[in-house]
């Protein structure tokens, strides 16, 4: 068992150890906390060079659970995500040899270097948490985290991802660049071995489960319910939207600020978390119409005129 007071101690922890890799990020560090504990998945996305598999690996590291990686390319296969069916003669029966994607936390690297049918093999993993191949249906281990990374200035050789792949993430994470101070803290720690070879465990994985569960206990009010309910209804009818916010993300918001809270050591979720974790949870689920893109618009600035415009009590 576990309560919401374990929770502040299980991430201070993770946030400490990963600090001894990652200089600065920690909004971005806690955000992918929040997507653990609420069971959801991650995109990290962002220019290439400012940490986003380092970050990634120090995370998976740090929880101490089974880790894999896949370095996505157009030649990767559904088959090479998922495993594959092989036959073994002596024993005269197909047997399945599961693939990277059953681990605790798989680091899909480079995801929009994939192509759109072994992009496909992950939507029922990260939906539904498992895996069907042959006609058989195979869990994948709890906890389970897909934290995907992408370069949003490459597009020689990428496929963008389809609306209902991202719609499986829970958020989408942005590094940005190091202040000088930081970059300054990074030579430093980089002047010997990389910090990462000496990394080890910091909280243990296996409770993970149990603090998910915990996590519902996070208090949400009745008007902010109303709230997250309004914020859909406008961000769905905006005349600017192609698609707006689906019912998943509205329970993505929801169970997210509840998950950043219990972070923070609190048992309530404020409207500030709300606001503070729309931008990450909203933005990549959001689809421009062609017309409103041609005049400048963007789905950031559309989502904070909306955030603007809709009170949080009635």
Known sequence: MASLSDIPPFAEAVRANVARVIVGKAEALDLLLAALLCGGHALIEDVPGVGKTMLARAL?????????????????????????????????????QPGPIFS??????????????????LLEAMGEGQVSVDGETHPLPAPFLVLATQNPVEFEGTFPLPEAQLDRFLLQVSMGYPTPEEELRLL??????????????????????????????????????????????????????????????????FRAAQAYAAIQGRDYVTPDDVKRLAGPVLRHRLLLRPESALRGRTAAAVLSSVLAEVEVAL
């Open 188 to 253: 430093r720690a980089m002047e010997g071995a990389h910090p990462i070879a000496a990394l080890g465990a910091a909280a243990d994985g296996a409770r993970l489960p149990a603090l998910q569960r915990a996590v519902w206990a996070v208090h949400v009010e009745e008007s902010l319910r109303g709230y997250l309910v309004r914020l859909a209804a406008a961000l769905r009818a905006h005349p600017d939207l192609a698609l707006g916010m689906s019912p998943r993300a509205t329970l993505a918001l």
């Open 104 to 121: 605790s936390v798989l680091l899909v690297d480079e995801i929009n270097r994939a192509t759109p049918r072994t992009q496909s093999a």
């Open 60 to 96: 998976a590291v740090s929880l101490g659970v089974h880790f894999r990686r896949i370095q996505c390319t157009p030649d990767l296969l559904p088959n090479d995500v998922t495993g594959v069916s092989v036959y073994r003669q002596g024993e005269g029966r197909f047997v399945f």
